[in-house]
C-alpha cells in the first residue's frame, strides 16, 4: 500500500487548508486513516484519526478547527483545517491500517507552516 499526501502549504495565522491522502496498490481493504503532525524539534503526534464506518477522533488541540473525511470508495482522507494558527505548523504525515495486514503504512509527508 502506498499512500500519497498532498495539499500542504504556507498560510497565514486564521486561515484554512485541506490536506488530501490517497492511498493505492492492490487487494487491499483499509480500516483506519488518519492524520500525525510532527513540529520543529517535536515527537510526531496524532491530529486525527477515522474508522472505516467514519467514527473519527481528534487531538484537543485541533477540535473544533480540523475536520477529518474519507472516501472508501477512493481509498482516500482529507484533512480540513480551519483557523489554523502557528503551533500547527508542522509536516503532517497520513497514516493507513489495512484489514488482515500487521503493518501500518506513512505517506511522504507534506509541510504546513502557518505564519503569525
Known amino acids: 500500500v502506498q499512500l500519497q499526501a498532498s495539499g500542504g502549504g504556507l498560510v497565514q495565522a486564521g486561515g484554512s487548508l485541506r490536506l488530501s491522502c490517497a492511498a493505492s496498490?492492490?487487494?487491499?481493504?483499509?480500516?483506519?486513516m488518519g492524520w500525525y503532525r510532527q513540529g520543529p524539534g517535536k515527537q510526531r503526534e496524532l491530529v486525527a484519526t477515522?474508522?472505516?464506518?467514519?467514527?473519527?477522533n481528534y487531538a484537543d488541540s485541533v477540535k473544533g478547527r480540523f475536520t477529518i473525511s474519507r472516501d472508501n470508495a477512493k481509498d482516500t482522507v482529507y484533512l480540513q483545517m480551519n483557523n489554523l494558527k502557528p503551533e500547527d505548523t508542522a509536516v503532517y504525515y497520513c497514516?493507513?491500517?489495512?484489514?488482515?495486514?500487521?503493518?501500518?503504512?506513512w505517506g511522504q509527508g507534506t509541510q504546513v507552516t502557518v505564519s503569525s
Open positions: 496498490g492492490s487487494r487491499f481493504i483499509i480500516k483506519n
Open positions: 497514516n493507513a491500517d489495512v484489514i488482515g495486514d500487521a503493518d501500518d503504512y
Open positions: 477515522t474508522t472505516r464506518g467514519g467514527r473519527t
